[in-house]
């Protein structure tokens, strides 16, 4: 089970960061990731991380921006939004793929484990 938090509000160029709680079922090694979905759109990958943490990838359009980071003592995963922008509006949900091995899949198909979605909407 994944528990997202930190959604909301913002201007734009202000900063956010979101949080995912992993617990119950959940694999005990996973690679895990942020996906966002604007009305009308695909889902998108955002940012991911292996399960040791060494290893991420981010979307061409939050590089630079977005932060994605975890802590396994706590279980919880974090995306870190700085200069937000409108097109940054959508709903974020977090995901996680259980692996042996220390990857990460930008593949939304590919991820089982999901969280309910917390809504970010920046305006100009």
């Known amino acids: 089970q994944l528990v997202e938090s930190g959604g909301g509000l913002a201007q734009a160029g202000d900063s956010l960061r979101l949080s995912c709680a992993a617990s119950?079922?959940?694999?005990?090694?996973?690679?895990a990731a942020w996906f966002r979905q604007a009305p009308g759109k695909e889902r998108e990958f955002v940012a991911g991380?292996?399960?040791?943490?060494?290893?991420?990838s981010y979307g061409d359009s939050v590089m630079g921006r977005f932060t994605i980071s975890r802590v396994n003592a706590n279980n919880t995963f974090y995306l870190q939004m700085n200069g937000l922008k409108t097109e940054d509006t959508a709903v974020y949900y977090c995901?996680?793929?259980?692996?042996?091995?220390?990857?990460?899949?930008?593949?939304?198909?590919?991820?089982?484990?999901w969280g309910q979605g917390t809504q970010v909407t920046v305006s100009s």
């Open positions: 995901a996680a793929k259980a692996t042996p091995f220390d990857s990460l899949s930008r593949s939304v198909s590919l991820y089982n484990y």
């Open positions: 119950g079922r959940t694999p005990t090694t996973y690679s």
């Open positions: 991380v292996s399960p040791s943490g060494r290893a991420t």
